[in-house]
């Protein structure tokens, strides 16, 4: 269980930033904070569920590289009062599904590999972001590499992420590459008084990026349509 803190500030700005690298699993013995303002909801079930199809070529090698994925991944954690602040606690991360399926080769001839059963992508919650009105949500998928075949290049399977507010330099940060729909998951701060709101949230991205490696160069495009669902739960 990973906790962290919502800072209220002055301004417009309150960042609520998760503590990474500190596992703890849930306990009986720590229930949810009960110091909410009266009227106002004890604490918030937050669930996170992020599908995504996608597919990659890998063009400059001896043989070109194609690959197609499925996937879906649900984080859980509760939204907690304390005080003037919040705590954001991290419950469990499930990687519901993946498929990963790659081919190398001239036709008749190809190449098929599959990702191995433990090489599953990572679904995290950096933080969440309280600005003015809005609740803004900023996860991550991610965390393997492709191709599968053998290959000088290695590069990063680009995996859905939200596009506010990430790092990137300027006109090349995820955001920019998405063709349609958005990528920025925010919620209004209203449905903190609400039972159970939730809300959707689907793009389309694509990017190509041209490399140099031993000699070669390589083009590799990448991209996904993606689906994320938030859903809090006043208790």
């Known amino acids: 269980m990973e906790k ?4 209220r500030r002055s301004g417009a700005l309150a960042w609520l930033v998760l503590l990474a690298g500190i596992p703890l699993g ?18 918030w079930e937050v669930r996170l569920v992020v599908a995504a199809e996608g597919e990659y070529t890998l063009r400059g090698g001896k043989a070109p590289v194609s ?23 991290h419950l469990r ?39 003015g009105r ?6 991550e998928l991610g965390g393997l590499s492709v191709p599968l075949h053998t290959s000088p290049l290695s590069v990063a399977l680009e995996l859905p992420r939200s596009s506010g507010r990430t790092a ?18 925010v919620i209004p701060e209203t449905d903190l008084e609400r039972r159970t709101p939730e809300h959707s949230f689907s793009w389309d991205w694509r990017r190509e990026r041209q490399y140099v490696k031993a000699g070669r160069v390589f083009i590799v495009t990448q991209g996904h349509s993606a689906e994320a669902v938030v859903t809090l739960t006043a208790h």
């Not at 013995?29 to 604490?43: E, H, K, L, M």
């Not at 809005?134 to 996860?139: G, L, M, Q, T, Y």
Request: charge should be neutral.
């Open 134 to 139: 809005e609740i803004e949500f900023i996860f």
């Open 67 to 89: 690959g197609k994925y499925v996937c879906k991944a649900r984080w859980e954690g509760r939204l907690e009062p304390d005080g003037d602040d919040f705590l954001l606690v």
């Open 93 to 131: 991360t499930e990687i519901l599904e993946w498929r990963l399926r790659e081919t190398s080769g001239p036709p008749g001839r190809e190449s098929v590999l599959e990702a191995p059963a433990a090489a599953k992508p990572d679904l995290r919650m950096n933080y969440v972001l309280k600005d």
């Open 4 to 7: 962290s803190h919502l800072r």
């Open 26 to 43: 849930p306990s009986p013995a720590a229930p949810p904070r009960q110091d909410s303002a009266p009227g106002r909801s004890a604490w």
């Open 168 to 185: 990137g330099s300027p006109g090349q940060g995820y955001g920019n590459f998405i063709c349609r729909g958005s990528s920025r998951v």
